[in-house]
């Protein structure tokens, strides 16, 4: 079994610098350009189906990319959903950093409830599609994290459209690429 995450398209949000979290912002035209880029990548490899967080710039992600790979569009996950930002959603860092200099803003969901949550999706995703190839479309900061954590290392952020891949072999996942870069040139 082969995973691909996909982070979401550009929002206007994201150009504009700002925390986004679970409100539901919709994709710019940028963000549809990186979708429809994504098919590119994406293509010569054998996916089976691709699934999503239910936020709307996850959701219309996953349907371009989808329609461009001519697959199936699978299910929304909760559990994919981006961290919760709380009072911090819709600010800019320098304003959140202005206001809050230790980042500890009322509402930030802890880092460690993200991992939970991203490995719970990525095993419920796994057990529902058993030997199938996945693309997941969700978000930067769960992505990001939940390798992390699968890695044990450290990772960059993850760009808007870039693609992440990780294997399954028995019950152990690989990291194969992050970003689109092979892991063996980012350790």
Not at 1 to 19: E, P, S, V, Y
Not at 40 to 60: K, M, Q, Y
Not at 93 to 105: E, F, G, S, T, V
């Amino acid at each position: 079994m082969t995973i691909a995450f996909i982070r979401h398209g550009q929002t206007d949000w994201n150009a504009a610098g700002r925390m986004q979290g679970t409100s539901d912002i919709p994709l710019n035209g940028t963000g549809r350009q990186q979708a429809r880029d994504a098919v590119d990548l994406l293509s010569g490899f054998d996916w089976n189906v691709i699934v999503s967080s239910p936020l709307v710039r996850a959701r219309e992600t996953a349907e371009l990319i989808a329609d461009g790979l001519g697959l199936k569009l699978g299910r929304s996950y909760d559990l994919l959903v981006e961290r919760h930002y709380g009072e911090g959603e819709g600010r800019t860092m320098d304003q959140i950093l202005a206001r809050w200099p230790d980042r500890d803003y009322p509402g930030l969901e802890p880092l460690d409830s993200v991992v939970a949550r991203g490995t719970s999706a990525l095993q419920q995703i796994a057990d529902e599609h058993e030997g199938e190839n996945v693309v997941i479309v969700c978000h930067g900061t769960l992505i990001r994290y939940t390798l992390a954590s699968l890695h044990g290392h450290p990772l960059d952020p993850i760009v808007n459209g870039a693609v992440s891949t990780l294997d399954r072999l028995d019950d152990t996942w690989r990291l194969l690429t992050v970003n689109g870069e092979t892991i063996d040139a980012l350790v």
